[in-house]
T-cell receptor, first 117, second 113 residues
Framework: AQKVTQAQTEISVVEKEDVTLDCVYE???????LFWYKQPPSGELVFLIRRNSFDEQNEISGRYSWNFQKSTSSFNFTITASQVVDSAVYFC??????????????FGTGTKLQVIP | AAGVIQSPRHLIKEKRETATLKCYPI?????VYWYQQGPGQDPQFLIS???????DKGSIPDRFSAQQFSDYHSELNMSSLELGDSALYFCASSPVGDVNEQFFGPGTRLTVL
């Protein structure tokens, strides 16, 4: 069964600090996808990134960067120079095919990030 | 760009009442997923449909049922509502040929009093 672990329940940082959100996953499949979503207080799920299991290249998008390491089953997310608007709950998620080939997404328990001005 | 539409956005019901949540996927998306997110929890997969057929089932209570219609919209029917059903319900859709790309709707916040 697939599982996603986000060990950090809550993190507080001061504005402009860098922060890394950890994500460790478990899966028996060789083909899977990993995601990060942001959930601001308003409640919607904002898609941040998708990475497939065959692409270990790290990615940078503005102040966001992701470090995917299959050897340690980790997909960590770093925010550089954090801003108050980054305050939200961040979910790491995993999808893998079921017997019928269809996907469902398994979410981690989320990390609540508070950026203090 | 068109997004997943969910209605209503907010719903208040009494215990033992019924509720129907609607989801309109992005055009040309044929797969729909439903998730339930309780307060302070992560979203949990309930059920999914592909081409109007149920494709997977998660932790969906027997009091809940869902279907996908010929126009690909989906409805989640919830009966005998309980206080514990209060949650944010997300619908997501996937395009033809790429079930790994799930686009989430804004959610319906259900409150059961």
């Amino acid at each position: 069964a697939q599982k996603v672990t986000q060990a950090q329940t809550e993190i507080s940082v001061v504005e402009k600090e860098d922060v890394t959100l950890d994500c460790v996953y478990e899966t028996r499949d060789t083909t899977y996808y990993l995601f990060w979503y942001k959930q601001p207080p308003s409640g919607e799920l904002v898609f941040l990134i998708r990475r497939n299991s065959f692409d270990e290249q790290n990615e940078i998008s503005g102040r966001y960067s992701w470090n995917f390491q299959k050897s340690t089953s980790s997909f960590n997310f770093t925010i550089t120079a954090s801003q108050v608007v980054d305050s939200a709950v961040y979910f790491c998620a995993l999808s893998e095919p079921n017997s019928g080939g269809y996907q469902k997404v398994t979410f981690g328990t989320g990390t609540k990030l508070q950026v203090i001005p | 760009a068109a997004g997943v539409i969910q209605s209503p956005r907010h719903l208040i019901k009494e215990k033992r009442e019924t509720a129907t949540l609607k989801c309109y996927p992005i055009p040309r998306h044929d797969t729909v997923y439903w998730y339930q997110q309780g307060p302070g929890q992560d979203p949990q997969f309930l059920i999914s449909f592909y081409e109007k057929m149920q494709s997977d089932k998660g932790s969906i209570p027997d009091r809940f049922s869902a279907q996908q219609f010929s126009d690909y919209h989906s409805e989640l029917n919830m009966s005998s509502l309980e206080l514990g059903d209060s949650a944010l319900y997300f619908c997501a859709s996937s395009p033809v040929g790429d079930v790994n790309e799930q686009f989430f709707g804004p959610g319906t916040r259900l409150t059961v009093l």
